[in-house]
Nanobody
Framework: QVQLAESGGGSVHAGGSLRLSCIVS????????MAWFRQTPEQEREGVAV???????DYADSVKGRSTISRDNLQNTLYLQMNNLKPEDTAMYYC????????????????????WGQGTQVTVSS
């Protein structure tokens, strides 16, 4: 089990950029596959981006081409660089971790992740 702490959220205008960070403690991040999810009061938590322990990445269509997920195993940190932000990106963003491999079709299923952070708020104004 690991502890996750997100940071980097904030308020920006449409077209702006943010870089979210997720510091992992309690264990080395290296064997974990990591993901970013987001949630609004009106919508269920949805997967945004995932990076497997070997480095493969996948993105939700809503952020593809505008966001980059990365990890620094030495710093035990996960990142999400978001560019050209849109008002519909407004949400609470959470990082999540899992130790086991899953089929690609399931990488954005909430239930396959065992550890979650408390979230960081991103607000994009038009």
């Amino acid at each position: 089990q690991v502890q996750l702490a997100e940071s980097g959220g904030g308020s920006v205008h449409a077209g702006g950029s943010l870089r979210l960070s997720c510091i992992v403690s309690g264990s080395s991040i290296a064997p974990y596959s990591m993901a970013w999810f987001r949630q609004t009061p009106e919508q269920e938590r949805e997967g945004v981006a995932v990076i497997e322990n070997a480095g493969a990445t996948d993105y939700a269509d809503s952020v593809k081409g505008r966001s980059t997920i990365s990890r620094d195993n030495l710093q035990n940190t996960l990142y999400l660089q978001m560019n050209n932000l849109k008002p519909e990106d407004t949400a609470m963003y959470y990082c999540a971790a899992r130790r086991w491999a899953v089929q690609r079709a399931n990488v954005f299923q909430r239930g396959v992740y065992s550890d979650w952070g408390q979230g960081t708020q991103v607000t994009v104004s038009s």
